[in-house]
């Protein structure tokens, strides 16, 4: 099923900060992030692994809980180049192993 | 590193053919997994092949298939092609797998049936 991202979309002012969440029905292994600009294919930034496993960008930070199957990612201090639209692809604990992706957010940076 | 390479870019194709996308991953990646994007469904997921075996399926008709060869490049077949097949094919790669390792996704191959 596919998980749900909030908002499904934000603008903000260089330097501010924003959080996009994805929330998931099912139990999850691992929750990834990426970003995809117009007409260009979309960038991995984050990926959380059940248990507290982190691997990522060092400017991107994200949280993860595993109780409630939500997932939340973290921009500050956003820069123009920011602006695309954000994936969150979430993997269960099951026998499953394909990632499903959330309709994503469209962040736009303004000058 | 030479990234995700996907040809052909851009493809027309009419109603009732059939067309073959081609993906070579990230050298070393032995899992490669489809993606179709399109404005109003999204990203959906295709399948995956790791080490020359479909490993997951999604929810597409048997229209669509590929395959993985020994090198760990990928192709997909779509036959008797609908007009809602319109779409961007994309292709993603990683060491491991979805679950667990990063995708690095190509740039994707646009797909328009008239």
């Known amino acids: 099923q596919q998980p749900v991202q909030s908002p499904q979309a934000v603008i903000l002012r260089e330097g501010e900060d924003a959080v996009i969440n994805c929330s998931s029905s099912k139990a999850l292994y691992s929750v990834h992030w990426y970003r995809q600009k117009h007409g260009e294919a979309p960038v991995f930034l984050m990926i959380l692994l059940k248990g507290g496993e982190q691997k990522g960008h060092e400017k991107i930070s994200a949280s993860f809980n595993e109780k409630k199957q939500q997932s939340s990612l973290y921009l500050t201090a956003s820069q123009l180049s920011y602006s695309g639209t954000y994936f969150c692809g979430t993997a269960g604990s099951g026998s499953a192993r394909q990632l499903t992706f959330g309709s994503g957010t469209q962040l736009t940076v303004l000058p | 590193k030479a990234g995700v390479t996907q040809t052909p870019r851009y493809l027309i194709k009419t109603r009732g053919q059939q067309v073959t996308l081609s993906c070579s991953p990230i050298s070393g990646h032995r899992s490669v997994s489809w993606y179709q994007q399109t404005p109003g469904q999204g990203l959906q997921f295709l399948f995956e092949?790791?080490?020359?075996?479909?490993?997951n399926k999604g929810n597409f008709p048997g229209r669509f298939s590929g395959r993985q060869f020994s090198n760990s490049r990928s192709e997909m077949n779509v036959s008797t092609l609908e007009l809602g097949d319109s779409a961007l094919y994309l292709c993603?790669?990683?060491?491991?797998?979805?679950?667990?390792?990063?995708?690095?996704f190509g740039n994707g191959t646009r797909l328009t049936v008239t």
């Open positions: 092949y790791f080490s020359e075996t479909q490993r």
């Open positions: 993603a790669s990683s060491p491991e797998g979805q679950r667990n390792s990063p995708l690095h």
